[in-house]
């Protein structure tokens, strides 16, 4: 897929052998790589859903990395990269029920995503996913000074060293400062949009289908309650998911992806709801 300002990326996809009727599109966690979802769209595809995985630019496939001369933000991610590929995946199947979904920064972009688009949008999807605001997290004031370091490192060194620092890939001073923001603040916005993104997340009126792992304290229960409450008039589920259902793997914010059936089995099952109940 190609992006409004050249940026390229592969657009993975897994479809099922029959004609889906729904399809997800899904955006991985913070310095992920998309091919890492692949288990994901297979137990989807094994259930007649088809799944398009989106790669983050500086990340995996993506032609661009994080530098002091290549930067960028939200803005890019959500105006540029997921038009670009839900353009691709709309295309392929065009009459298909859209949701989207995502995992950690992945679930929060989604629903920003939604915001900007929920006339287009019939659900989504959210699996150890949650505001970064750090009030709802154990340890708050560590958070809020890991928080706070965020941007001034990210100018230091040109880009915010995630691999060094063992938290998420090697991200762009705009992504940093926009996350950051909004994990001390407890509110959504990008730098160059002049968007309200508090507002837009209120009037979402889309099933929201979320679930926190059980031992999770990257995404913590109190941090997911805390995006879902922005979201008032959405038809929202939330499950707890713990290591029965992950066939024996830790539920906690990785360990997941290995062993995805039953969080999928528990998706389809709930994707039938009413958005207007």
Known sequence: MTAADGARSELICVQPDEPAAQCVYWLPAM??????YLWLAEAFA????????????????????????????????????????????????P??????????????????????????????????SGSPYWRTFAYAPLIFAALGLA??????????????LGFGGNEARGVSADWSRSGRSGRYAARGMAVDFEQQLG????????????????????????????????????????????????????????????IVAQWLASMAIDPGT
Do not use: N
């Open 46 to 93: 094994a259930r007649g859903v088809v799944v398009a995985l989106h790669e983050w630019r500086g990340i995996g496939s993506s032609d661009r990395r994080a530098s002091r001369s290549h930067d960028w933000g939200y803005r890019e991610l959500l105006e540029m990269d997921l038009p670009a590929g839900v353009r691709e995946a709309r295309k392929r199947w």
């Open 151 to 164: 941007t001034p490192l990210s100018r230091l060194v040109g880009y915010l060293p995630g691999r060094r």
């Open 95 to 128: 009459q298909a029920e859209f949701w989207v979904g995502g995992h950690s920064l992945g679930g929060q972009l989604s629903c920003l995503y939604a915001s900007l688009h929920r006339h287009d949008i019939t659900g989504i999807l959210l699996v150890a």
């Open 203 to 262: 009037a979402l009126q889309i099933p929201v289908l979320a679930q926190v792992l059980r031992d999770d304290w990257l995404a913590p229960s109190r941090s997911l309650a805390w995006l879902l409450d922005k979201m008032p008039r959405a038809a929202k589920r939330t499950d707890i998911v713990a290591p029965e259902q992950l066939a024996g793997q830790p539920a906690d914010h990785f360990s997941w992806m290995k062993a995805p059936d039953g």
């Open 31 to 36: 310095g992920v790589a998309a091919k890492h």
